[in-house]
């Protein structure tokens, strides 16, 4: 019985291994996204996770409201607000630092008068 000499590598067996562990990666790995709208945040010192289960609130730079990633007026957003329960929701605030102070306290005022009391302002730290 002759051996043959080992002249070359059969390299399909590791592409198809490196595949399937490629495939597995992309399938397993969370994606997670901070803000749904580009917005940039004010700094602060302290810092918190965000609530899993909340509403999401955002004005931009430009002073747009934004409920959940949809674009509404300030009048939409209360009769929004109004369909919420105030003592189990947890609002979450994304306000652009450029944006008017003028909107934020809006906003603050129309939860303060549905009686919402889990408010959270989103900075970055």
Known sequence: MRRRR???????PFIDIVLVL????????????KNELPVDLPKSGSRSKIPP???SITIDKEGKYFYEK?????ESLKARLAKLDP??????LNTDQKSQFQKFVSVID???????RKISVITSP
């Open 6 to 12: 080992f002249a070359e590598i059969n390299v399909v």
């Open 22 to 33: 490629l495939v597995i990666v992309l399938a397993t790995a969370t994606f997670v996204i």
């Open 70 to 74: 949809e674009p509404v007026t300030l």
């Open 87 to 92: 003592l189990k929701e947890q609002i979450t």
């Open 110 to 116: 129309i939860l303060k008068s549905k009686g919402f």
């Open 53 to 55: 289960k909340s509403v």
